[in-house]
């Protein structure tokens, strides 16, 4: 219990990202279809329109890691107080959501490109954290 109190905002956001990142990841594997079928519509007068189905596979390849990494960071924190596995997982996830923000952007989704920086800000957030 100490070791959560220590460390209780960057479990937190570890939580955050766990179940933002996990969750997109099943669904992406659950849908692949609806997914790439709704991307391809979403990417189709970009220069990524002939590259869905691989960019849709790095982000959930991306993602799932990110997820399974904060997760066991979590783990990591609580048991010896070593932030590396968190600190990889909020670095690869701030990564994930870079991927998304410029396909968005490229896409000229203003307001998705508006809402993934939302989650941005405590992603960083927890990078800065887990590196002091």
């Avoid at 590259?51 to 982000?59: F, K, N, Y």
Wanted: aromatic share 12%.
């Amino acid at each position: 219990m100490e070791n959560f109190l220590t460390h209780a905002t960057e479990i937190l956001l570890l939580l955050f990202l766990i179940i933002t990142f996990l969750q997109s990841g099943i669904d992406k594997i659950t849908d692949w279809k609806g997914n790439l079928g709704w991307l391809t519509g979403h990417f189709s007068e970009t220069p990524f329109k002939n590259m869905v189905p691989l960019l849709l596979g790095t982000v959930l390849v991306t993602e799932v890691i990110a997820g399974v990494l904060c997760l066991l960071g979590v783990f990591q924190l609580l048991l010896s107080q070593d932030p590396t596995l968190a600190l990889y997982g909020a670095i690869l996830s701030s990564i994930a959501l870079l991927m998304l923000l410029f396909g968005q952007r490229i896409a000229k989704n203003y307001e998705g490109a508006r809402t993934i920086a939302v989650y941005f800000i405590p992603t960083i957030f927890l990078v800065f954290l887990l590196q002091m």
